[in-house]
């Protein structure tokens, strides 16, 4: 207690003497002309909105596995890099944000012994006499990896370690971690929130031993925070901590949970039954959409859209897969595992029984272990701190300074590179359309789901439906005000009156990456799935196969510098040729950049080394929208 | 609790049973010899404001008997368990050592704050982390295509008519039209480098008028500067705080790295399997 005590002096003086140095908020800018009468805003606000991008999942020091990767940083270096601040990794090389500072950011450590291995690795406290600090601060790696695999499978089991689980302690931490939110948010500059992960895996249904399929949520707080948090060590059924979430509503602690990385749930994080087995009610899709408006689509550990098993007739499903389950290489379930077939499952239960639990928006954060995130091809450092800090950890040059790929040993970490770090990804941010940067309107836009999902870059979208644009209202100076005054926008309901609806698509690249290929919409019915080419750097969609002509964008391989050209801005008004007014359906768009050099062949060219031949050597980032869903009228 | 610890009578009570105490364990006098145990009268001090700290009392002769005895016992087996070499295989201590040590030379001695000049090339040297940078407050009519007819006479009609609706005028913008205050970092986050070299090249004198047209990433834009503060480094005075803080900073990391490589330095490093190069 006493030792997190000066810990938090210390942070909080760094903490000041860091904002010192920085340039006064000037508060007495020309308002801006849409702003409402009265309200007190940000010179930003918009009533039309603006783009927003931010990372909502971050680990420090203070996460149980982040301490055993080496990791040393707080939040507030975390909230720091965010910022535009120059950070170290723990393999020693600085680490700078790629594209610029963001406009908000959540540390979201493991609820599970929050702040526990630190203490245990300080002299003088209880905790380090513990014989597991013993071993898991020693330097026999097999001790180590028993200490570390023994409170992983407590995360897991919910079943407490008691010497170690010092609830006083987490819950001083878990202050900490929203004091730390509370000093770095800025009104109008920078947003942060109160916030931490729920690590919930997946048992075994024959014998209950671990399943290593991924549960985890991340709970948000739109402002003030309890002064505990909910963990798996209170229950590992994530409709428990719906009803600890409720709960806390009640208090008027308001907070919703992001669950990520479905890809690896195994089944599980969509299945049609609920946590215990039982069947799905209008109750819990309630509870669920209530507590869990959002999805994490994109992370470092691969994409969770789409498979190309589920989606077989669309080219691009084939992106950044990663199917292993957690600490293992073992391969996650497909079904129930993407939220593409998910949409359709809601459908099909909306049909069938009158409810839906996977009516949601999507979001895409990092998970960095290391305090900030890599969001860039060409400058990446993954996420397990020490474990894969440097290229060869994670395989994308060959192993002991070869030159080619041809003899590679077989040794762990070979393997570990080959079935995990290598198809780890260089993603993502979330954006959101929010009048202004402040806590209030970007956790607004989180609940009306009106965000955005991007692998890295910040290309921005807008996506509106209704039954009355013109076919000229692209044209129309004042398009978004329009688009928001006569249509409905992502994360929306749109509700049938018998006509066709349009839509419209609108893209704009970031400014700082690769330009546009083209923009796509993809639509999900409760027995089908599509995908439409809407808008082309090159021409216009073929109106049989509804694709894009070849805009012969390529990547020079010995360079990685991009050919041909791109478009900056995508935009148009799309009908649906196969609409059927008495049809459910989900539409939401993908947007696709020109092809640039995957992370991994940067590094192999950065080295002098041929890149790894069993990953892909480029990619096309994209960015996906929250759906629009269009429900029959009476 | 800390408050009473400061207090020159506690200071003086304390000493007083200290050097009472000390007199009847431990015989004074210095020995260079290992076989020899001194229990200074800092070490006895700290450790009575330690059991101070811990127990909320002072410690009674009796108690400082005993915190005594405690201490030259620790310290007889510790140096025992040295001899033997128990420590070298002892990564928990060996790291215990070593964080010891780091963090008595990271407080090697207080930093003096040094003269203005050494300050002064501090701040040239690190400029980019002490200037305040460019920002604009901008108007802008957007073009997604890079020759637009329109611009020209739409630039003539501004001219002509600063009342026209120009928000009106030009292609949609996904973005605003009017910002407010922006360093020129967003300028380039959300327009990309070009426009922001586009801007600082449009002559301040022709602010409030329509100028252009400024490529970008995005398209091309007409652009009326509505107000600017330039770039600019503060002079030592106006940051003189944040300047000192970093040099401190700075200084007691160079210090603390400059301790270890000498005594690393002490030391022939062999590492198995690399070679010197």
Known sequence: MKMTRSVSIVALVVAMTACSSQDPVTEDVAAVDTAPQGASTTAEYAVTRNAYFGDLHIHTRNSFDAYIFNVRRTADDAYRFAKGETVQHPSGFDMNIAGGPLDFYAVTDHAEYLGIL?????????????????????????????????????????????????????NSVWLENIDAAERHNEPGVFTTFAAYEYTSVTTNSEDGTFGGGNLHRNVFFKDAAPARAFSTLDSTNPEDLWDWMDAQRA?????????HNPNVSDGQMFKLETYDGAPLTA???????????????????????????LSPNDEWADFEIYTRLLGSYDVSATNGSYVREAYGLGLKLEEDEGFNPFKFGLVAASDSHVVGGAYAEDDYWSKVGIVDGLPVNRGSVPFDREKSWEEQPVTQQTQNATEWFSRWSASGLTGVWAE????????????????????????????FASFEFDEDLTSDPDLAGKAYAQGVTMGSDLIGDGRA?????????????????????VKVTSSDEQVFDVACHTGSPDPETHRCPDNGAEVDLTTCAPTGEGAAELKTIWSDPGFDPSERATYYVRVLENPTCRWSTWEALAAGTPPRPDVPQTLQERAYTSPIWYTPGN | MKRWIQEPLVHFVLLAILIFGAHQVVTSGRSSSERTIVITQAEMERLASLYAVESGSLPTEQDMRAIIVDQVQQEALAREATRLGMAE??????????????????DLGQIDPPSDDVLQDWLTEHADRFAQPLRLSFDHIYFSSDNDPRMESLLTELSEDPNMNWRNTGDPFMLQRRYADLPDREIVRLFGGQFLEGLQALSPSEDETWQGPVRSALGTHLVRITERADARMPPLDEVRAAVLQDWTEAEQ?????EEINTIVNRYDVVIEGVTKN
């Open chain 2, 89 to 106: 295989d002892d990564t928990v201590v060996q790291r215990r050592l070593a964080q010891k040590m780091t963090f008595m030379l990271s």
């Open chain 1, 118 to 170: 630190p203490a245990m690795n300080t002299p003088g406290t209880e905790l380090s006499e513990l014989p597991r600090s013993k071993d898991m601060f020693s330097t026999d790696p097999a001790k180590i990896t028993a200490a570390f695999q023994g409170v992983g499978a407590s995360v897991r089991s919910g079943e407490k370690i008691d010497d170690m689980y010092d609830q006083p302690l987490i």
């Open chain 1, 283 to 309: 109750d819990y899709a309630d509870q669920r959409m209530r507590n869990e408006p959002l999805v994490e689509v994109t992370q470092v550990k691969g994409t969770s859209e789409t498979h190309p098993d």
């Open chain 1, 501 to 521: 609806p349009s839509f419209l698509v609108w893209a704009l690249q970031d400014p700082n990456a690769a330009p546009l290929q083209r923009a796509q919409v």
């Open chain 1, 251 to 259: 208090e008027g602690y308001e907070a919703i949970a992001v669950p």
């Open chain 1, 436 to 463: 202004e940067n402040t806590r209030e309107s970007i956790f607004d836009a989180f609940r009306r789901k009106e965000t955005f999902a991007t692998t890295g870059p910040r290309m921005k979208v807008r996506f």
């Open chain 2, 253 to 257: 990391r160079r210090r603390t790295a």
